[in-house]
């Protein structure tokens, strides 16, 4: 089982190494977009997926940690081996901060996240001083670490693979970890997981500073490939589009987030080519996917693949369960 | 006396936000339904109460319209769309933002993107003068004193008759009232089309001193559901004093503040994190 | 001179207008077997509710050990030594069987923690997790969800979480309740071959089976402490009989 899927790991790396030989830039920053908002995304799907937590903001942590880097590296230059880390660690402490809401449930939690996620849009767009408002900071340069200097978007490309291929196994190893099933067992019932001595609180906090990080990460890859950020990285519909990707590509797992991140962007592409409306275009999907696909791609997948199985929750088969000798 | 401005700036505010928050409160409270639709619900009632202002001339055929229209399309939203999501509070969330992401985009093409103001009748129009020489714009004042009244309906309904005791009963334990032989479908059906003519005619309130335009549904929905969330899920008293405290903060906080005002909304909330993360009304569920 | 397990001094609990414990005083020692009986709504749940920690009483103070509990959370008491079976089975159901054990094993161990290696890769704990498995004979289908397993090998299961952490005080609240004979006689079987250094505390709504493997039985009523002595005592009692047995 784990063979195969670091097989399948090297296959996409593979995969994706070629793409700039063969396509130009358009399918470049197409891919780039797929990654790292796919990144994004699996932050939302640790708290998802994995502890039970519908996370409505998560936004925030990506802009924060994007808004910190450009304004390092814009206005005061400083290099990127401490700018890039310097906005990692950004989202990590607004997450701090923002994990106050772990101690609210259920829709609480989502009304509660959701309200954070705006508020950092709303500074946004009004502490000029520091973000210069709706104008946004322009001209943030490629990554530069001593003698090595990246110099065009091909090449930031290549971080960007090396970057999330190594997420995928740190990920996996996360969930298959005992921190990982104690997420999982939180997803289940948080009482029973007191009467069995976890301090539930304590881990929903670290899963969630866990979760800022991951997105803090994929701000800072984002604010190098598209070098401007404005306060439009940080409103609502940046969280919710996390949101639908790991709904729409499949929970509980590594690959559905980035999956439903295929979904979201080939159909704004495609979409954007046609018609201005890709708002409505993302509602119907939204509402289709709640109607006829509750359990994503994958699990639609799953679901083909076992029809015995349609009674049984496809989040069960998922590739967390641990498997003695593997 | 610019600080008992900035307090009637925030009743006024607090009791446009009050029309949304008590309905989704008491829609969550009875239906466990987070309907996120609100926003949504805020700006197309507000456009369609614009519309018919235009063509008739009458403020409250036009109020009378934006309610109603947003009773009529929740009664199919909520019969089609939202029963087949019942219980499932994340494909709730999904299915009520991408309803909302359909309705921005409607407006966008019918009234276009740019700031529409609402006018008011002729009666709420210029200033009114109150004790201590404040002028201020009678269209505020009013609305303070709509939802004062608004409220106080509310409460009578809710705490002094019996409708509301058996919806008191629902939000207290659904299964119970249900047991009872009570038609728990209809009971739902009143309170959504309660809670969605609020929603409708505080667009056009607000359409008329805050302007509607895109991105406005979401904006007014945040500060809803923050007084939702101070105030405590379920609870009306909640979301009367919830709505005097996000309006007196939000008011305060632009004038103090002003690049920080979204943040100053922040305070409240934290603070109810800390020490009654489940409002200051709310109930443990 | 005895230790005493667990210790409760004037525990009451008031909800609403319902005294659901009233002044209740109780001490186990070490390695007893306490059966607590009473019709429904005594206030057999709220009891254990109490002792765990997953209801602060209104009155009275929860000693286990000798220390004084009555303010600690319910995870901290777990780690002390503490386990506890629910009524209705509170298994987690789409996790399988072995993940519900390895939980239940990790839970007092600073291993839950750790996230930088599999599970897979802590063979102690996997092995215990089977053994318990093993013991409730469920352990050929460790790989399933639990949902798909019976009522009865759901309660199975309970018990074998609540044992897995191996506690030094265990609460079975109606551990047979809901099973047919052979599976009752199975957990009654389980219960007889505890370990004799752990004390047991038992509700049971079969009271010949509470009155079989007990110690000691205290008997609650509305929420009261109306006896606490020998199974033989209790089951002559004509005051019981007529609270008790006249109710079925």
């Not at chain 1, 701090?96 to 709303?122: C, D, E, P, Q």
Request: glycine share 10%; aromatic share 10%.
């Amino acid at each position: 089982m784990q063979q195969r899927q670091w097989i399948y790991l090297f296959i996409g790396i593979a995969i994706a190494a070629l793409i700039p030989a063969f396509l130009g830039t358009y399918w470049i920053s197409l891919l780039l977009q797929i990654l790292i908002y796919g990144l994004l995304a699996l932050s939302v799907d640790l708290l998802i997926g994995h502890t039970g937590l519908v996370p409505l903001g998560h936004a925030a942590f990506f802009a924060t940690a994007a808004y910190t880097t450009a304004i390092l590296q814009v206005r005061h230059a400083i290099p990127s081996i401490i700018a890039a880390p310097a906005g990692v660690l950004a989202a990590v402490l607004l997450a701090v901060i923002f994990a106050l809401s772990v101690r609210t449930k259920g829709v609480y939690f989502m009304l509660v996240t959701l309200a954070m996620g705006h508020i950092i849009w709303g500074l946004a767009t009004s502490w000029v001083a520091l973000t210069n408002g709706d104008n946004g900071i322009t001209n943030v340069p490629l990554p530069a670490v001593g003698p090595v200097e990246i110099t065009s978007l091909k090449e930031y490309y290549y971080v960007v693979i090396v970057v999330v291929g190594l997420c995928f196994p740190g990920y996996r190893i996360l969930i298959r970890s005992p921190f990982g099933l104690t997420l999982r067992g939180i997803r289940e019932s948080d009482s029973r997981m007191d009467s069995l001595g976890y301090h539930v609180a304590a881990h929903k906090f670290a899963a969630f500073v866990m979760s800022g990080f991951i997105a803090g990460t994929a701000g800072v890859l984002y604010i190098y490939f598209n070098r401007f950020i404005s306060p439009d990285t940080a409103w609502l519909h940046v969280s919710f589009d996390a949101l639908f990707m790991t709904i729409v590509g499949g929970s509980g797992t590594i690959i559905g987030p980035f999956i439903g991140s295929v979904v979201v962007h080939v159909m704004k592409n495609v979409v954007g080519t046609y018609t201005g409306q890709w708002l409505l275009i993302m509602g119907l999907v939204f509402i289709a996917t709640v109607l006829w696909a509750p359990y994503g791609i994958v699990g639609l997948i799953r679901r083909l693949g076992k029809p015995d199985e349609a009674a049984g929750d496809p989040e069960a088969c998922g590739d967390t369960a641990p498997t003695e000798g593997a | 006396m610019n600080w008992l401005i900035q307090a009637l700036n925030g009743f006024s505010f607090g009791a446009l936000l009050y029309l949304l928050a008590s309905g989704f409160t008491i829609t969550f409270g009875l239906a466990r339904v987070a309907n996120m639709t609100h926003g949504g619900f805020y700006l197309l009632g507000g456009y369609l109460g614009f519309s018919v202002l235009r063509w008739t001339g009458n403020f409250w055929l036009a109020m009378l319209a934006s309610g109603a229209g947003i009773v009529i399309f929740n009664f199919f939203f909520e019969r089609y769309l939202i029963r087949r999501t019942m219980d499932n509070v994340l494909a709730q969330v999904l299915l009520t933002v991408g309803v909302t992401y359909v309705i921005a985009d409607i407006t966008l093409m019918i009234w276009g993107s740019d700031p529409l103001r609402i006018r008011p009748p002729a009666f709420a129009r210029g200033p009114i003068e109150l004790p201590f020489d404040i002028l201020y714009p009678r269209y505020r004042f009013l609305l303070i004193l709509f939802g004062v009244i608004v409220g106080a309906v509310q409460w009578i309904l809710y705490k002094k008759t019996q409708f509301g005791a058996v919806i008191r009963a629902g939000v207290d334990d659904r299964e119970m009232v249900s047991a009872m032989g009570i038609n728990v479908d209809r009971l739902f059906a009143i309170v959504f089309a309660l809670a969605a003519f609020l929603a409708g005619v505080s667009g056009m309130i607000g359409g008329a001193f805050l302007t509607l335009y895109p991105g406005a549904e979401w904006e007014i929905l945040v500060l809803a559901l923050v007084v939702v969330i101070v105030g405590g899920l379920g609870s009306l008293e909640g979301a009367m004093l919830g709505s005097l405290i996000v309006g007196l903060v939000d008011a305060y906080g632009r004038w103090l503040l002003p690049d920080f005002s979204y943040f100053m909304v922040f305070a409240p909330m934290a603070i109810l994190l800390l020490f009654r993360p489940t409002g200051l009304f709310g109930k443990e569920h | 001179m005895d230790q005493i397990a667990v210790e409760l001094v004037g525990l009451t609990k008031i909800f609403g207008g319902l005294r659901a414990l009233d002044d209740v005083s109780l001490r186990v020692p070490v390695g007893e077997r306490r059966a607590v009986i009473g019709p429904n709504g005594a206030g057999k749940t709220t009891l254990f509710n109490c002792i765990a920690g997953s209801l602060s009483p209104s009155k009275g103070k929860n000693f286990l050990f000798g220390q004084d509990v009555t303010a600690l959370p319910e995870h901290k008491r777990i780690a002390m030594g503490l386990g506890r079976t629910y009524q209705i089975t509170n298994v987690f159901h789409k996790l399988t069987v072995l993940e519900n054990v390895l939980l239940a094993v990790q839970g007092t161990q600073k291993q839950k923690w750790l996230f930088h290696r599999s599970v897979d890769s802590f063979p102690g704990s996997l092995e215990k997790a089977r053994e318990q498995l093993a013991r409730i004979g469920l352990d050929h289908r460790r790989d399933l969800p639990v949902h798909q397993l019976s009522y009865g090998e759901q309660k199975q299961l309970e018990f074998a979480l609540a044992l897995a952490s191996d506690p030094k005080v265990i609460l079975l609240d109606e551990p047979a309740s809901g099973l047919a004979p052979s599976e009752r006689q199975r957990i009654a079987d389980l219960i007889l071959h505890l370990p004799g250094d752990i004390t047991v505390v038992l509700i049971e709504h079969d009271v010949e089976m509470a009155l079989g493997l007990a110690d000691q039985v205290a008997v609650l009523h509305q929420g009261r402490l109306i006896m606490d002595d020998k199974p033989d005592a209790v089951r002559l009692n004509p005051e019981i009989k007529e609270v008790y047995f006249g109710n079925i």
